[in-house]
């Protein structure tokens, strides 16, 4: 084999590793990231707004999904009342979008593409079943861009 046939094979699996575990090494630097971020009980709520389909959702959305699959919208969050601390980071697939928990004076607050806000929930009141939303217009769909977020019964009751 000559020279410079084994440099182009080296440089062909180089580039081939390159865009196979580039998307795994960052997958694996966000969660680690994520996990020394908050406290360690902590309940982070990751939700991304898309104006299409006026939709919240937990599921992950990024250029490769964003045009074809459908989203299961986010319209009841569970929310542990254990006096842990709740964190929401929030991000937009498309425009900028105003997030708000109404109810708690939380927000709103304006969720740029490509950006995480992140939000914690504190509140002097007990938390209750209460929704949150889009503040801002956002798109002809813009009115199906609201949730809830249903407190769990603290256990042994």
Known sequence: MKKENIIEIFLLVLVVASVILLPLVIIKIDKYYLARKF????QVITLYGIAKGGTWTQEPVNSFNYWWKRFKRAEEIPIRDDGTPIFFR????????????????????????GEFTEVELKTD???????????QYCDKDHEHMKGKLVILPKSGQ
């Open 90 to 113: 929030i991000t937009s697939t498309d425009v900028v979008h105003s997030f708000a928990i109404p109810l708690y004076r939380i927000g709103p607050y304006d969720i740029k593409p």
């Open 125 to 135: 009141k007990e938390l209750v079943d209460t929704g949150f939303l889009c503040w």
């Open 39 to 42: 406290p360690k009980n902590a």
